[in-house]
């Protein structure tokens, strides 16, 4: 030590070795407040209410057919939102993913047609859309546009790529022209639980990959504090170009499973959007916040589940379809602000 | 204007010793029309904590992201341990024994405690890819433990954390890590005067076990008379004064501060006329720029 003036301060005591504080409550209050401190936990209670109401107003909605009806409503939204998550937890968005899913099929086809077999078609067709989505993060992260336009510019680039090349009329989905449903079609989106089982598959690997693995650090770091990620040494641009990636290339494929279930692909850029919008409610209402730092894939998931259940519970009830989307964005407003109710409620009680 | 030498310019010569560990060699940076350095000559040697001192802009941070690897200087060179280091990446100075706690702390808030002690130094369950969670959150209670912190819960997000708290685990995350050079950004500015101390007594156990050498940024001179055994003073963008601390005094570093300021405003007069402050070429910021080596 040097100088007189600043020993004080350097040689004062350090308090005693701290003990690690067990959280405080336990028993029936405590699983109830480690169940709201989960971010879907406030999805999980508005879905279960519509669930009930659904179930005690109508006769028909707890039966198996209904659930095959239902599956549709959702499967292919849970893989949207999932990929859409993981480019919102960057505080980013990707508006592309509905012509994404609109232009895959297409692309397949023209591909196919072009003599490629069916299965190295589909591979070539999502390497092509995963180039797409890397071109979407190199725009965003090293050109520097907002990926609100950067991947708005990349909607009307790929609706208009679909119009030019399918010359505004409907395809043949490839795989699916002979009569009857064979294996390909089977696995691909046409099976009756086909989409179910990939979106659950997509659902786990991605929630696993942000919960347990060090893309979901990164991703959560980059979108949390950008200069913050750079500093301690995250390659912060390789991480949004990847995340973009991922988003596309999700999108790619549910374009392909939803072509092959219906067996054909219509040139529709309206009924595009419409696909868009449903993917990022599904994400928002699951607990993602737009602003970015923090994002869940399996509430993305009951977000698509509680907007599938609302569709297809409103149409059981008889509702007039012109009613319908009425209906259904005042049930999002009210599941919003429910959400937000619950997590204010969680951040009061799990300050610790 | 430019030229407006003083004397002390390049002290660093002749007082600089074969035991550096590192050497700064007239770097020189600019971000678009502003000189954040000039011509900076710095030496640190083995086991010294030398304080690096300058008034607000005069480019101390800008200095530490250029030795760790943040930022690239336009002019001049740098030597560790007697090779030339050229830092690619911050990634790269941490290889080569070179950890930094930033002036904004570089912590994300939404990660817990411990995720942002082991942030991109993540352990991982091998062989598989998962993150050993549990193995990180029992290193990051040793390594606070033996800092003397108190953080009670690991798992929480660092958001709901103090300020002081909050500094205190960047500081923890750089001290923990193997590095032998710590670059330290005001790592006193949010504490109370418990954690200041506890910091501050840290600093010296570090020297007293003599592996590590320590650059700090500091403000408060109480700060730096108390852990430093140097300082460097920055001014105009060149290293001004470079003196032990029992051979300089409070008095000496203000008058530098104020001195540069006199000459700035002088010059200013001198250009237009309007004696309206803000000299045209004094030397500014030290932030601000877009993260160019995040690449």
Not at chain 2, 25 to 51: C, M, Q, S, Y
Not at chain 2, 57 to 72: D, E
């Amino acid at each position: 030590m040097a100088v007189a003036s600043g020993s004080e301060a350097a040689t004062a005591p350090t308090p005693d070795g701290p003990a690690p504080r067990r959280a405080p409550g336990g028993g029936a209050t405590g699983l109830l407040r480690r169940f709201l401190t989960l971010r879907e936990g406030s999805i999980i209670v508005v879905t279960l209410i519509t669930l009930i109401y659904f179930a005690l107003s109508t006769t028909n909605f707890f039966t198996i057919s209904n659930f095959k009806t239902l599956l549709p409503y959702f499967a292919p939204y849970a893989i949207l939102a999932a990929g859409e998550v993981f480019v919102m937890i960057l505080g980013e968005i990707d508006l592309s993913i509905g012509a994404m899913y609109l232009f895959s099929p297409f692309l397949w086809h023209l591909i196919h047609h072009a003599g490629v077999p069916i299965y190295p078609s589909i591979i070539l067709t999502l390497a092509i859309v995963c180039a797409i989505g890397a071109f979407n993060g190199v725009m965003v992260a090293i050109v520097g546009i907002s990926s609100f336009v950067a991947t708005l510019g990349m909607l009307f680039v790929l609706d208009g790529l679909t119009l030019v090349t399918s010359h505004s009329t409907p395809i043949t989905t490839p795989g699916t022209t002979t009569i009857g449903v064979n294996t390909f079609a089977q696995i691909f989106g046409a099976g009756t639980y086909s989409e179910l089982f990939w979106a659950l598959a997509i659902v786990a690997i991605l929630q696993v990959g942000l919960s347990l693995t060090r893309w979901g650090i990164f991703t959560v770091a980059s979108g949390g504090n950008r200069l913050g990620a750079a500093e301690a040494g995250i390659r912060v641009n390789a991480v949004i170009i990847r995340n973009f990636i991922v988003c596309a290339g999700l999108a790619g494929f549910v374009g392909i499973l939803e072509a092959v279930r219906v067996t054909t692909a219509t040139p529709d850029p309206s009924g595009s959007n419409d696909i868009l919008f449903q993917a990022i409610s599904a994400a928002v209402i699951g607990g993602t916040l737009l602003k970015g730092g923090s994002g869940t894939v399996v509430g993305a998931l009951i977000g698509a589940i509680f907007l599938g259940i609302l569709h297809d519970g409103l149409i059981i009830k008889g509702v007039s379809a012109n009613y319908l989307d009425l209906y259904l964005g005042i049930a999002i407003l009210i599941a919003m602000a429910m959400n937000v109710y619950v997590a204010r409620v969680r951040r009061g009680s799990g300050r610790g | 204007m430019a030229e407006q030498a003083f004397a002390g310019e390049h002290i660093v010569g002749p007082s600089s010793a074969p035991d550096d560990v590192l050497r700064v060699e007239h770097i020189a940076k600019r971000f678009g029309p502003i000189t954040a350095l000039r011509d900076v000559n710095l030496h640190l040697r083995k086991g010294e904590v030398l304080g690096l001192l300058g008034d607000n802009g005069a480019g101390k941070s800008t200095l530490i992201k250029i030795i760790c690897g943040f930022h690239k200087q336009d002019a001049g060179t740098m030597w560790l341990k007697g090779e030339p280091y050229e830092p690619k990446s911050v990634l790269d100075a941490r290889g080569h024994g070179i950890d930094t706690v930033y002036q904004d702390l570089a912590l994300i808030d939404e990660l817990s405690v411990y995720h942002n002690l082991f942030l991109r130094r993540e352990q991982l369950l091998e062989p598989t890819p998962f993150l050993a969670d549990r193995k990180m959150r029992r290193q990051s209670r040793k390594a606070l433990d033996e800092i003397g912190i108190n953080i009670p819960r690991l798992d929480v997000p660092v958001a709901r954390l103090s300020g002081g708290q909050r500094q205190a685990i960047a500081v923890a995350r750089t001290v923990s890590s193997e590095a032998d050079i710590l670059l330290l950004d005001e790592p006193l500015a949010a504490m109370g005067a418990k954690e200041g101390a506890m910091i501050l007594d840290l600093i010296a156990r570090l020297k007293a076990e003599g592996n590590v050498s320590i650059i700090m940024i500091l403000h408060n001179y109480v700060h730096v008379f108390a852990a430093c055994d140097r300082v460097s003073l920055i001014a105009d963008g060149v290293i001004a004064l470079d003196k032990p601390t029992n051979e300089t005094s409070v008095d000496e570093l203000n008058e530098i501060v104020v001195e540069e300021y006199r000459r700035a405003r002088l010059a200013a007069q001198g250009a237009n006329g309007a004696g309206a402050g803000g000299g045209g070429d004094r030397t500014t910021a030290d932030g601000g720029a877009r993260p160019d080596a995040a690449g």
